[in-house]
């Protein structure tokens, strides 16, 4: 295997927040929060222009930052801040703030937008969330993949950890992240030059109804008991664990994206009238029910 390639299949996992620190200076990182086989994400804060740089951020703006190693980086940095300034404004998706080289790594620096729904979730009762609470994640998140693709884009790695959940305005707000290995719908079935250049396979056919199929998977992962996350697996293969009564709406949406690809219908209007009538009188745009404990968000 060439070295490129060993280079692109290696993970890499910063340790040292005091190394990423040294690469840059108008931004600090403080926490790490979340490890990928690319990148590594931290808390920070702005450095204030012309002053001396501190420790914890005090008033300073609160950020989030992306940090790619170069070698690792290529094709997946150029990609997410492609994604993330087309979406700029569009409320399902972590505001971008910044991008620039340092000497070892590729930055990435966004608004914070709270904790992964992988996270917010295990604090839950049972580590599950209401049904009530299913159909509104539900709403938030098929219309952020469905806004992704009307950018050109499709996710391909959704899951509970690349969803965050943030109370903005005492409202619980879902956003779509971690666009590392997302592609063009355009060219999604084209290798790539870097990809030839490398040796690299060329990635499985894939289409835009596989990103929703892997977002109903999200709401079986957090709404149904037993039921495993989707991290990992190929959404081909999955199966639909036994719901109960009250969750058939989620079997009806994954029977009819099924059945789209089938007939190769790109229509998925019909999820939303589903969502409509899930729940009997509930609004599928109404707010999330939440409470505080510790400081800490936790869905009902």
Known sequence: MCEKCIIFRTEFFFRDIKEVNKDTFDYKAIEKIADGRFSTVFKGFQNGIGSERRTDGGDQKKVIIKVYPKQ???????????????LLKVDCFPQFLDAYNGDKYIFIVMEPAGESLKTVVSRSPNGKISNENAVRVGFQLLRAVRYLHLGGYMHREISSGKVLVGLIKNQVLIKLTGFGGATSIEVKNRRSSLFVQINMPPRPKYTVIEDFLKAVGVLVEIAVPNARGMEGINI???????LHNSQMWIGEIWQGLKKLV??????TDFMYGLLNNAVSGLNKKSPMSYSISNGSLILD
């Open 262 to 267: 089938e007939e190769k219908n790109p229509d």
């Open 72 to 86: 690792a980086a290529v094709w997946r940095n150029s990609i997410e801040i492609k994604i993330l300034k087309g």
């Open 236 to 242: 081909k293969e999955y199966t639909m664990p036994a």
